[in-house]
């Protein structure tokens, strides 16, 4: 798992071969969306915890080979 700069330079979680962008902040969780999401109605979510470094996986099942 990593976090890296899209190339508009906003933040990006990359894992296992698929891209997340962040889609919403509360506290210390942020929300993060497949990249795909909005093309191919991809539903797979993460939610990452500042606090305790958590990783919670929503759902990981992507409609879409990895990138």
Known sequence: IMIVKGTK???KLL???????RNNSRGSKTYWL???????????????????GELIIKN????????
């Open 34 to 52: 497949c990249a795909r999401n909005r093309y191919m109605r991809c539903a797979a979510r993460i939610i990452t915890c500042s606090v305790t």
């Open 60 to 67: 990981q099942q992507h409609n879409h080979d990895a990138h």
């Open 9 to 11: 330079g906003k933040p």
């Open 15 to 21: 894992m296992g071969g698929f891209e997340y962008y």
